[in-house]
């Protein structure tokens, strides 16, 4: 990892055009490049060749793990519970890119035009902002919305080696009223959603209910929801989802890298059987349900 925070560090002071540092990068590393042997692994075979729990990766280093899947989607909740249960740190660029808005930096007005609209923000500023929250350096990461684009993804592959992306998919139904129904306390900060999902099977498809997780009666009056999450602004995320994002999954897939998590209902469905995709054991569980 700290060979990732100088990377970017240096790409930060230099101003380099990506592409470069990229490239430059991939030539440092090659002695520990990463796997790419272009075999279309299942994930199964990808887990026996690193069987789990992965405290620590391929190379004695806690896990650097990547989220992918739709907004809605749960990416930041299962990802948030595995970085508590594994030690590592969550890190999302969606949050960094919020707190830069929530501050009266040079930045922020145009990052909220940008975000606002559903739409992307570019490749440079993400990693600039990554760059920043990567300065103290970190031993395993659980990353959570980066990368978004197949130039994100090759800029990572060219600084460090990804153990594991995990692809989170739900129905598209349920998506955009996930989304809809987010919520986040304005003092402690904790993440709620009030939309109770309950489609019903239909013709050989299975039903899916998903619970809405309520806050506490002292979080209720403070209950903010986010500027992006308007339905026009979702469904533009989604379409770019599906443009930009989606072609990431055969980026990873084509690596071995790619495992694929449909989730079966809310988060009491999910959770153990997540765990146990991952191969994650019984002490771990309980470990992080405390
Ligand atoms: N890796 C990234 N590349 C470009 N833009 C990003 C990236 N991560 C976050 N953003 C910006 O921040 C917004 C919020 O991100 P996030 O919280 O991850 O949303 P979502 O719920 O759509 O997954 C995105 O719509 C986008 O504008």
Partial sequence: MAV??????????????????????????????????????EAPSLLA????????????????????????????????????????????TGDLVREELSSSGPLASQLAEIVNQGKLVSDEIIINLLSKRLEG???????????????????????????????????????????????????????????????????????????????PPHCESKLITRADDTEEVVKERLRIYHDVTQPLEEFYRSRGKLLEFDLPGGIPESWPKLLQALNLDHNDKQSAAA
């Fill in 49 to 92: 060749q690193n069987p789990l729990p992965l405290r620590h990766g391929p190379k004695d280093r806690n896990v650097q793990w990547v989220f992918l899947g739709c907004p809605g989607v749960g990416k930041g909740t299962y990802a948030s519970r595995l970085s508590h249960l594994l030690r590592v740190p969550h890190i999302a």
């Fill in 137 to 215: 350096g970190e031993s395993g990461f659980i990353l959570d919305g980066f990368p978004r684009t197949i130039r994100q993804a090759e800029i990572l592959e060219g600084v460090t080696d990804i153990d594991l992306v995990v692809n989170l998919k739900l129905r598209e139904e349920a998506l955009l009223a996930k989304c809809l129904g987010r919520r986040t306390c304005s003092e402690c900060g904790g993440n709620y959603n009030i939309a109770c999902i309950d489609i019903k099977g239909e013709n050989g498809s299975p039903g899916l209910y998903m619970a809405p997780l309520l806050p």
């Fill in 4 to 41: 990732l925070t100088r990377l970017w560090r240096a790409r930060a002071r230099a101003s380099t055009p990506i592409s470069s540092v990229a490239a430059s990068t991939i030539r440092t590393l090659s002695s520990c490049s990463v796997a790419n042997s272009g075999a279309d692994l």
